[in-house]
């Protein structure tokens, strides 16, 4: 089972750049990246998936360096409506229809006015 | 669309009681997943299932059963509740493999006595 380790918090003022490392050390050739975001009393909601190098969405930016072993989700200019918690989630298919999905514990974001 | 929908979203059990959590989702997606969530621990994989009939183990399925007689449908099942259950449980579901986007219900809000 692949290992996901996040830090558990973070602080950023508005309008600042906030980057989430995500740990994942033995994810193999092809798993996937995937980010979720969740408020209280909701279910996550997703933000943007990778595989390799870098990619973009409307509200995030997903950076997995060519090692695979860290991945860094990056949200552009922070709002206070961004305050929540973030998780990583390493989806590994391991044949024969076998999954194995494991998130990390969350990264609660805080930010500030 | 109602997307996912869980029922019931509190229940309050004693030990050794049972009960089913129903998930329903009306996007014809083909996988299904259970989920808990505890106070620093993240999403755990309860069960899941990649269609209609079919079912598999996540990475904490002892306690729990989940039966998919229909493919808008995934049943978890708790035969005789304990304490160490107590939880939030996520159903979500995607349209195909687990490396696909998954959305997620509001959540089952479980304490067992």
């Known amino acids: 089972l692949a290992k996901t380790t996040q830090p558990i918090s973070m602080d950023s003022y508005e309008g600042q750049e906030v980057n989430i490392t995500c740990s994942h050390n033995n994810i193999a050739t092809n798993d996937y990246i995937t980010w979720y975001q969740q408020f209280p009393s909701q279910g996550p909601r997703f933000i943007i998936q990778?595989?390799?190098t870098k990619v973009t969405n409307e509200v995030a930016s997903l950076f997995i360096p060519a090692d695979r072993k860290s991945s860094t989700l990056s949200l552009p200019r922070v709002s206070l409506s961004d305050t929540a918690v973030y998780y990583c989630?390493?989806?590994?298919?391991?044949?024969?229809?076998?999954?194995?999905?494991?998130f990390g514990k969350g990264t609660k974001l805080s930010v500030i006015p | 669309n109602a997307g996912v929908t869980q029922t019931p979203k509190f229940r309050v059990l004693k030990t050794g009681q049972s009960m089913t959590l129903l998930c329903a989702q009306d996007m014809n997606h083909e996988y299904m997943y259970w989920y808990r969530q505890d106070p620093g621990m993240g999403l755990r994989l309860i069960h899941y299932s990649v269609g209609e009939g079919t079912t598999a183990k996540g990475e904490v399925p002892d306690g729990y059963n989940v039966s998919r007689l229909k493919k808008q449908n995934f049943l978890l099942g708790l035969e005789s509740a304990a304490p160490s259950q107590t939880s939030v449980y996520f159903c979500?579901?995607?349209?195909?493999?687990?490396?696909?986007?998954?959305?997620f219900g509001p959540g089952t809000r479980l304490t067992v006595l």
């Open positions: 990778g595989y390799k």
């Open positions: 979500a579901s995607s349209p195909g493999g687990a490396t696909d986007t998954q959305y």
């Open positions: 989630l390493v989806n590994a298919y391991s044949g024969a229809g076998s999954y194995q999905l494991t």
